[in-house]
């Protein structure tokens, strides 16, 4: 896997015009001790691999030594794009191994499904993990051990997260050192020397989530937007090799703080769909009840409505580095819990879930703001396009991965849950890296001020909300055509295991249901990426609230369509254009608000909005819950593709929604 990540490395900074000859100039502090880390990890292992008998009995000892070494090492040379992910790899096979006595953990069933056998175990450096996936499979460090099956012909392995992790780093920061200018090498100081090299870590002056959701979350910016924040225009006689390397994405994967930031959070969306397909698959397996499946996911809303609208206004009083980091430890340790919760009382996940998503009202507002504050000003909206890049990438590719995966694990998808805490745990490792500036503030209030000086904000966006048409309207329309949105989110695992015919469980697993639902949930992102392309391509000329209207009546036509579909080829089309739909008309809601709201009252407005929308997506998530005891997923999907469908055809009846940013005439 390590070998992998260096090919893919310089394969692809080869391609985006970078040259073999710019490694010379990679730069490490201490490098002579991460050398000598090194050779005692793998010394030691050989050593021992070949029965030699003081390595053995000095295992522990010299492989935790060695780790120490290393990880400090890293940790002063964090200032490299891609270090940190290569540390928290590190991290987690040392603590697999150190747990172990100095041995790899590796698991039965991941060697059996690449096809070697267990006697061809390393002598001496592997142990066997149980092949249940229990409490003593967790003691024993598990999720971080040699778990992944990794079926490449000649280069057939079982690997840890650890490993793809060290992996996807040393990938990360070749690239960048193979794309490097002259002018970006000088001032450095040499491989081996033990200086101390320029560092983007010291603070900065300081400079002042999407997809299917109730809008006004994803980065307000469209594609095709002109101007060097999204690339521009290069400038006359550049080659096509400078062109790329000055793109502005390479630019920012060339800055340490913003690749760890880039990396934490989709290392933690991966997680998060992971997490997402593995609840619809447990309860699903463990009841064969549409009803208790959708419960999970209206608990999962929940506190979206409930904190929403005031999460941000404690965040913006605390700091905002340790609020993601203390977030993300939370989440990892809860999500720890839910599938041993589930073993003992399956009413015991409902309210896991819920503190899930409680965590993460706080962090979504405390990466908002830190974003300004990591990179440049010019290269603010490059940075919400990579994040939101990123995002989508993580959700295309994790949903089938996630699906694979938790097919794979079968009655063993507690696994997933532990691996989805331990991407908490990397994405919290990454965010420990970076430097943040402080935002300076002025004394706390005291809780009762501050309790009203939350309402008096609510107050006075609703206020401006309402006085507004095209932006009070918008809300009515949106929120009334998101009710199958909310219907979708929570009744979609029970929705496939009807579609696939409702097999019964086998051996506590229900064959096919996760691959197919990782794969309607990945076509649905794929379509959320087309449509923002086809939004930045037509949205100038149809205007504003024309795509609005558009983009409902058809998302409510693929959500009948989706509702209706009786196979499964179907069902994937129609999943695919309810995403791309979903952002023809997102899109421009976002754009619509970032043009009539004043820049002091966006947050407070949004909120007010968002507590509306979600308050309805929430409640069509409970009710279509209850109703799936009787009624069909199906049927209730094409029932509210209907209300949206005419909550789209409605708008074009009020002339604040339908005239909202209309092209101006030339």
């Given amino acids: 896997m390590i070998l992998l990540g260096i090919l893919a490395g310089l394969t692809i900074g080869l391609l985006l015009g970078g040259r073999l000859a710019a490694l010379r100039y990679l730069r490490f502090r201490y490098a002579g001790l991460i050398l000598a880390a090194l050779v005692i990890r793998y010394g030691t292992q050989a050593l ?47 603590l697999a191994i150190v747990v172990n006595d100095g ?47 990794v079926p490449l012909g000649p280069l057939t392995n079982v690997v840890s997260i650890g490993d793809v992790a060290i992996a996807t780093g040393l990938g990360w920061l070749l690239v960048d050192a193979l794309r490097r200018t002259g002018e970006e090498r000088d001032g450095g100081v040499s491989l081996w020397s033990g200086s101390p090299p320029a560092t983007d870590l010291q603070p900065r002056p300081l400079i002042l989530g999407g997809g299917r959701g109730p809008g006004l979350a994803a980065p307000v910016a469209a594609h ?24 502005p994405y390479l630019r920012l994967a060339g800055d340490a703080r913003f690749s760890a930031f880039w990396l934490a959070q989709t290392i933690g969306v991966f997680g998060d769909r992971l997490n997402q397909v593995a609840l619809g698959v447990l309860v699903i397996g463990l009841t064969g009840s549409p009803v208790l499946s959708a419960l999970v996911f209206v608990s999962a809303m929940l506190p979206n409505l409930l904190l929403g609208p005031i999460a941000g206004t404690f965040v913006d009083r605390w700091d905002h580095r340790r609020t993601m980091i203390a977030a993300d430890l939370i989440r990892g340790g809860l999500v720890l819990l839910i599938p041993v919760a589930a073993s003992v009382e399956l009413w015991l996940v409902y309210p896991l879930v819920f503190l899930v998503t409680t965590v993460s009202c706080f962090f979504r507002p405390a990466r908002a703001a830190a974003v300004p504050r990591i990179v440049r000003e010019e290269d603010l909206l490059a940075a919400n396009g990579a994040l939101w890049t990123g995002e989508t990438i993580a959700e295309i590719a994790g949903y089938p991965i996630a699906g694979a995966l938790i097919a794979f694990l079968g009655a063993n998808v507690a696994l997933a849950f532990w691996l989805d805490a331990a991407t908490y745990l990397a994405s919290a490792l990454l965010l420990l890296g970076i430097a943040i500036p402080p935002v300076v503030r002025v004394a706390a209030p005291r809780t009762q001020r501050l309790v009203a000086g939350v309402i008096a904000d609510l107050r006075e966006g609703w206020r401006f909300l309402r006085a507004s048409p095209p932006l009070f309207q918008n809300t009515i329309v949106s929120t009334v055509g998101q009710l199958s949105v909310g219907a979708t989110l929570a009744l979609t695992p029970a929705y496939v295991f009807l579609l ?93 608000f970032g043009e009539l709201v004043p820049g002091t009252l966006m947050g407070r407005v949004v909120a007010i909005r968002s507590s509306i929308v979600f308050g309805a997506m929430t409640g069509a998530a409970a009710v279509s819950s209850l109703a799936a005891g009787v009624v069909p997923p199906g049927t209730i999907f094409a029932i509210l593709g209907a209300v949206t469908l005419v909550a789209g055809l409605a708008g074009a009846l009020l002339p604040a929604v339908r005239d909202a940013g209309a092209p101006r005439a030339a």
């Fill in 224 to 247: 095709g937007t002109s101007g060097t924040a999204t690339g521009g225009t290069a400038p006359a006689g550049r080659s096509i090799g400078g062109r790329i390397r000055a793109h």
């Fill in 48 to 94: 021992i691999v070949r029965g030699f008998a003081p390595a053995e009995e000095l295992r522990l000892p010299l492989l935790a030594g060695a780790f120490a070494v290393l990880a400090g090492a890293l940790w002063l040379n964090r200032s490299i794009p891609g270090i940190l992910l290569v540390l928290a790899g590190v991290l987690g096979n040392a």
């Fill in 103 to 149: 041995r790899m953990p590796a698991w039965g069933p991941a060697l059996d499904a690449v096809g070697i056998p267990v006697a061809e175990l390393a002598a001496g450096w592997q142990v066997l993990l149980p092949a249940g996936v229990d409490l003593a499979f967790l003691l024993q460090a598990g999720p971080l051990g040699d778990v992944i099956p």
């Fill in 500 to 592: 696939i015919g409702a097999p019964a469980p086998v051996d506590g697993a229900v064959p096919g249901l996760a691959e197919t639902l990782g794969l309607l949930e990945a076509v649905l992102g794929l379509g959320n990426l087309v449509g923002g392309f086809v939004v930045g391509a037509i949205g100038s000329r149809l205007g504003r609230g024309r795509l609005v209207i558009v983009g409902f009546a058809l998302m409510g036509l693929s959500t009948i369509v989706l509702g209706l579909a009786g196979e499964v080829a179907l069902a994937l089309a129609a999943s695919f254009l309810v995403g791309l739909f979903n952002l023809v008309w997102l899109v421009p809601s976002q754009t619509l």
